[in-house]
């Protein structure tokens, strides 16, 4: 990889090093000065390697672009539907990738530094007042995994495949992309030290953001590669990227056995943390877990779909579906929207729920604002990947409740913790917003019409705060559906004429792309308060204004920009120009004709006996 890095390095000054290099600090949160001054928060942690980026250039001229028809599939690795050819981009939407790209460019150049030098090994994680630049190593020296660090390469991915879908007939332009591409192996390599991790769950966001974009996107490219030649003369020779889908492919499978292994039957779910309470007596399960099932439901299509291990798929896939079901059942409370607690702790020798509380959120009973949008995008993908409705009107309701909530900004940016009784004196959540709005438009391509009634549901209350105690494991869950109660609903909606049918579907997905677009475009907005819009300022991020933890238990990374803001900004941006692709299509077929992809799926019965995506609809 040392040897990469000369031609790394001249590659990544075609993307925009036309201005003057200076050194720009991240600018202090007033805030953020004044909180730890009056609760006498220590310093943010010393990492591994500190670094302050900064180089400033005028933005370019705006660019006609060409369209090409080398867009992956989707821009989570797991989906695998046909992509329909890209349209134009919106010009907003093109800024704000325009931006990204020249941003992180910027940012690996400082890495790299002059002569073309390896980085360190680690990758930026946050940017802290008065320091800088905040690195993370996938495994530090004690062992602890470094949860944020397959974000930094995912962006790398995506902004590739931006380039290289978009990307001007200038020279410049295609330089700029095989440089990102560059950057994104080289720091994919990184990641390596993940695979040999088994104490920790957060291996799933570590490799499937890093290696799994790295997959999906080569693996499209190289199947359309080989296409070409074999239209053209044939056989089809091996190239660079069939040697990297074979090692992403490779890593990513052994990290999904590494994280099934957490799994315990007892419990249903796979343990979060190692070092959390006491051993054999605390069980705990976040609902950031959710985020790492993915990984598991693709190793089990991978290998379940002609990839010659089926008792391993099914294992696999048995897992996730197994700890997205006891998530569904323990981890949400009985208020009107069926809000996330952060942590739920299980006893370990029997099952049984010991506590559910937020470890992260201003209080137990709080609505952490992240904690939300896990459990918002995990639902969304537990419904594409079981096919199950349980998932998709969890993932409806809860939407409609947070964008209703009183507490929510008319930008739809939330607080850092939507109950926190400081609002407004409190920070916003950049990152929560891109999660949230991720998350909606792969929401919006899977509902029919009717996950919105809350026909099961009509025991949650109206509650402008969080919901139920946490002391008490047993009370004020939110119910689970009685049985004949999806059966009772599908009835209904076969009562319904087609045009009724089509009235309701295209009245619930344009009210989730709506609420999306108003997320979206806030945090996007050159204009505002969250998009940075100087190449090398805010520590070499994209958006500002996010949260780790604000409470008495945890003080982390308060009002400062994430890689995981920047990761899921650039996911959604790119989700929204595909769902409006899909929605072009749909609308220039006949009305009462095919409706969009995901409702042509049949139910089916897979081979572990659960509603699933066919087997068909992969891609290889």
Known sequence: MVALFPA??????????????????????????????????PAAPAASAVFLVGASEAPPPARQRRRRTTLAAQTTPADNNTPPPPLPLEPWVSDALDFAARQLASTVRDLVGPGGAPPPPAVPRSAQPGVGLRMEEVVSPKGALGWTTGFFPGSLWLLYEYLSTYAAEAPAEEAGA?????????????????????????????????????????????????????????????????????????????????LAARFDPRVGATLSWDWWGKKGRDYPVIVDNLMNMELLFWAGDELGGGGGDGARAKRLRRVAEAHVRTTLRNHFRDDAGGTAWHLVNYDPRTGAVRRRQNYQGYDDDSLWARGQGWALYGHSFAFRETRDRLFLRRAVRLAQFLYSHPNMPSDGVPYWDLADPRIPDVPRDASAGAIYASALYELSRHVRGDEGEGAWDGRG????????KSSNGTTAVFP???????????????????QQREAAGDGLRARLRGLADRTL?????????????????????VLKHSVGSLNERLMLEID????????YFIEALLRREKTRAELERHRREPRGGSPPPTQREERVRGPLGQRERPWRMRRR
């Open 178 to 258: 095989r440089a990102m591409l560059e950057a994104a192996r080289a720091f994919t390599d990184l990641m390596a030290p993940v695979q040999r991790v088994t104490n920790d769950h957060d291996v799933g966001f570590v490799a499937f953001c890093s290696y799994g974009q790295g997959l999906r996107v080569l693996r499209a490219e190289e199947q359309a590669r080989q296409q070409q030649q074999r239209r053209a003369a044939g056989a089809a020779a091996a190239s660079s990227r069939a040697a990297d889908v074979a090692a992403y492919r490779a890593a990513l499978l052994r990290t999904a056995d590494a």
């Open 560 to 567: 400062v920009p994430v890689s995981y803001a920047d990761y």
């Open 521 to 541: 475009r806030s945090l996007a907005d050159a204009g505002g308060q969250y998009r940075e819009t100087v190449v090398g300022a805010n520590g070499g991020f």
């Open 8 to 41: 790394l390095l001249l590659l990544l000054l075609a993307l925009g090093a036309g201005g003057a290099a200076h050194q720009r600090p991240h600018a202090p949160s007033s805030y953020t000065d004044a909180l730890q001054q009056r609760r006498g928060a």
């Open 480 to 498: 689970m559906p009685p049985a004949g109660t999806e059966a009772a609903a599908d009835a209904r909606w076969a009562s319904l004429s087609p």
């Open 461 to 468: 209350r109206a509650s402008g705060g969080g919901g139920g």
